[in-house]
């Protein structure tokens, strides 16, 4: 799936499941709560923080999964609710990260270690 035709699936899903989009500020509510559990399972995942039971660690994998894409049906929304095409945005982004970080990043030795 395109990033287009996820903004379009997404925009019919409110249309028919969905009933209506939520207002802007509260889907931005939204998109920080699940932002938030996406941080919350890195930090026990990949961070210094442990689980509370060991059944949770071990859903923990398929759940941050659930949870990225969580963000990302959010995202998607505000982004069809306000008019930008997120294709369009992401290759803007792109071009502007690749004239302004080229040799930045290139020359940072903290990104040539391995050993992080």
Known sequence: MTISEAQETVD??????GVRYYGELTNTAILMEETGEVARLMAR????????RPEDEARAPEQLAEEMA???FVLICLANQTGVDLTDALQ???EKKTGRDRERH?????LR???R
């Open 70 to 72: 969580d963000v990302l």
């Open 45 to 52: 995942l990949y961070g210094e923080q442990s689980f509370k």
């Open 12 to 17: 019919q899903w409110i249309k028919t499941v």
């Open 113 to 115: 270690s391995e050993d």
């Open 106 to 110: 290139r020359n940072n030795p903290k």
């Open 92 to 94: 803007r982004s792109l």
